[in-house]
């Protein structure tokens, strides 16, 4: 047992999006291997780790005002030892030291594995930044779960299967904060579904930036029985068969990657879930073609029919920007005429951030007023919100198998979980029946439906 008086709390604070969850996790992790344990509070905390985003500028701003609260933090403590990781502390480097005095460390997403010495040498007087970029697989050879440390959720768990990403969406940073394209082994990948699976894990969602481009630039180049990566669909199959694993998901494809035998696995493995995230980010094959996308509204549609050709239940959501540069008014129309064609069951919808070192910067086209981009995502999200009521709607009187996360913050006793499809559903548990805990499954009965949950009773 390691003596009460010299263990490091460490706090960490994430941003952003799962892969930015799941790196925490693995920092967490690592930080248990050292002798660290984790807390809450800030105030308790030998180390606070701030895990960043720079999807958006609204994202990397956060991090500044967060920074700026914590000089007071840093002060308080001799010891103290303030670090930024994630996509900022990839994109900015050792100009965060520079510009912000009271950072001890900075490490970037390929360099995980050296928090805990960063952290002991800060802890020593060092200021330093890590954020070289590797392409070795070693990055994913990371410890096993520590027995103390649980993850971050009961019955579920993230498993990296590629990271990076060479698409270079002109709008998007994360080629920059990611790097390059790179696929772990089938292998390793098989060994920690297991391990999870025999701790008790229902359900794994596997991370990708473009995750079903999965071992694809292995097999193009012939590499791909030397890298030990089969393909995407392959993976799927050889996870399937791993028994205790019943929810199999994935985020976030792109478009491009569905060929004929991933549809069919929809079609054909139960244990994949009827649900996929497909981004869309515009209905306008003029905008699509300014924002490199690769496809055309008429592609998209096509994948989305394939889709539900194989499996007619599945729940299609995605992410949408509005106000890229050039979009004109016909243009967002197009945008909301597919959208409601396609029926999403749900999707995200943001504002077009500029961001530093994209190529849409060197576009030559109009910027949409501010105004205006707002009023477009406002209709955007108010057409969401009523196609998502209308799923919900749809799902009233059916049952569904709901994997429990804990309890639901409409209180009342309700719980909280998700169905295959990764709806939101809350429930209460009648009287007679015992309520489940959180990573077990229960069977529902949707009663009730709002834009953003579905209201259910527990059948057994
Ligand atoms: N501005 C606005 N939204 C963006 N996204 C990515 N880059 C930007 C940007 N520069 C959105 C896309 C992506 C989601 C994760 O974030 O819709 O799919
Ligand atoms: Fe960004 Fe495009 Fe890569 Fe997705 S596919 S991470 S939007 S560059």
């Given at each position: 047992m390691t003596d009460a008086t010299l263990q490091r709390l460490f706090h960490l604070r994430t941003y952003g999006c799962q892969m930015n969850v799941h790196d925490s996790e693995k920092i967490s992790n690592l930080l248990y291997h050292a002798g660290y344990r984790a807390t809450d509070s800030a105030d308790a905390a030998d180390l606070l780790i701030i895990n960043t985003c720079s999807i958006r500028d609204k994202a990397e701003q956060h991090l500044y005002s967060d920074l700026g609260r914590l000089r007071d933090w840093k002060g308080e403590g001799a010891r103290r030892v303030l670090a930024v990781a994630g996509c900022v502390a990839q994109q900015e480097g050792d100009s965060l030291l520079v510009r912000f005095p009271h950072v001890d460390f900075v490490f970037g997403t390929h360099n995980l594995r050296f928090v805990a010495a960063m952290a002991s040498a800060a802890e020593r007087g060092s200021r330093t930044a890590r954020v070289d970029e590797t392409d070795s697989v070693e990055r994913f050879d990371l410890p096993q779960r520590h027995p103390d440390f649980g993850g971050e959720s009961v019955g579920r768990a993230y498993v990296t299967v590629m990271e990076g990403?060479?698409?270079?969406?002109?709008?998007?940073i994360v080629p920059t904060t990611r790097g390059r394209e790179i696929s772990r082994a089938t292998a390793g990948i098989v060994a920690e579904a297991e391990a999870l699976a025999a701790s008790g894990v229902r359900e794994i969602t596997l991370l990708g930036q473009t995750v079903n481009a999965y071992g694809r630039h292995d097999a193009r180049r012939g590499h791909a029985e030397e890298r030990g990566t089969a393909s995407f669909s392959q993976l799927l199959r050889r996870l399937a068969a791993i028994p205790g694993l019943d929810r199999i998901r994935y985020t976030s494809p792109h478009p491009l990657f569905f060929d004929d035998d991933l549809v069919r696995v929809h079609a054909e493995v139960d244990a994949v879930c009827p649900h996929v995230h497909l981004p869309l980010q515009s209905g306008s094959d003029s905008v699509l073609t300014d924002m490199r996308r690769r496809y055309g509204r008429d592609d998209f549609r096509r994948t989305a029919d394939a889709l539900r050709k194989a499996k007619p239940d599945i729940a299609i959501t995605t992410d949408l920007i509005v106000g890229f540069p050039g979009e004109s008014d016909a243009d967002f129309r197009d945008t909301l005429d597919l959208v409601r064609d396609i029926a999403f069951v749900d999707g995200f919808s943001f504002k077009y951030s500029p961001r530093p070192g994209t190529s849409a910067l060197r576009l030559d086209r109009p910027a949409v007023p501010p105004d205006e981009a707002q009023e477009r995502l406002e209709e955007l999200q108010s057409l969401l919100r009523s196609l998502t009521l209308k799923a919900h709607r749809a799902r009233v009187g059916g049952t569904t198998e709901v994997l429990v996360e804990g309890p639901s913050r409409r209180g009342g006793g309700q719980l909280k979980g998700r169905d295959p499809y990764h709806r939101v559903v809350n429930f209460e548990t009648p009287e007679g029946l015992s309520a489940p805990k959180a990573g077990d499954f229960a069977t529902v009965r949707v009663v009730d439906a709002t834009p953003h949950s579905l209201i259910a009773l527990a059948v057994s």
């Open positions: 990403c060479d698409m270079f969406c002109s709008f998007c």
